[in-house]
């Protein structure tokens, strides 16, 4: 089975949203195999977006991962991370198609509800940064 990552983020955290969220995940058979609630630290953050390090937007979305609690959720079925990655809709929630997490639940782009991994091998890595086997 593919394994995939849901990061529900704090904007959609503070605004109530981790119950809707989840229901969807069920509602889309995807399996929750590991699901916590913690607050990110700047270093973690860090080691989990290093590849974007060098990048323009790097320091805010380290800012922005870290300003509040987040859902993390391991999820699995067959094509999981092409499944997710439809369910949650484009980066930019004005982009995103209706009825979409990021359409319904998404501010902007960079405060876009949920994250999911874009692809399968991400899928592995990132579930084992928060779940490791």
Same mark, same amino acid.
């Given at each position: 089975?593919?394994? @995939?990552?849901?990061?529900?983020?704090?904007?959609?955290?503070?605004?109530? +949203?981790?119950? +809707?969220?989840?229901? !969807? /995940?069920?509602?889309? +058979?995807? *399996?929750?195999?590991?699901?916590?609630?913690?607050?990110? @630290?700047? %270093?973690?953050?860090?080691?989990? #977006?290093?590849?974007?390090? %060098?990048?323009? =937007?790097?320091?805010?979305?380290? !800012? #922005?991962?870290?300003?509040?609690?987040?859902?993390?959720? !391991?999820? *699995?079925?067959?094509?999981? /991370?092409?499944?997710? !990655?439809?369910?949650?809709?484009?980066?930019?929630?004005?982009?995103?198609?209706?009825? @979409?997490?990021?359409?319904? #639940?998404?501010?902007?782009?960079?405060?876009?509800?949920?994250?999911?991994?874009?692809? /399968?091998?991400?899928?592995? /890595? %990132?579930?084992? =940064? =928060? =779940?490791?086997?």
């Amino acid at each position: 089975m593919e394994k @995939t990552l849901m990061i529900i983020k704090p904007d959609a955290v503070k605004a109530r +949203h981790i119950g +809707h969220i989840i229901s !969807r /995940v069920e509602a889309e +058979h995807l *399996e929750i195999t590991g699901l916590c609630c913690l607050h990110l @630290t700047r %270093e973690q953050a860090e080691e989990f #977006y290093a590849i974007h390090r %060098e990048r323009p =937007f790097f320091e805010g979305l380290i !800012r #922005y991962i870290t300003s509040g609690p987040v859902v993390v959720g !391991r999820l *699995e079925c067959e094509g999981a /991370v092409e499944h997710w !990655r439809k369910v949650i809709g484009a980066t930019d929630p004005k982009k995103s198609a209706p009825g @979409t997490l990021r359409a319904l #639940y998404g501010i902007d782009i960079e405060r876009n509800a949920v994250h999911g991994s874009d692809s /399968v091998e991400n899928g592995i /890595v %990132e579930s084992r =940064f =928060f =779940f490791p086997e």
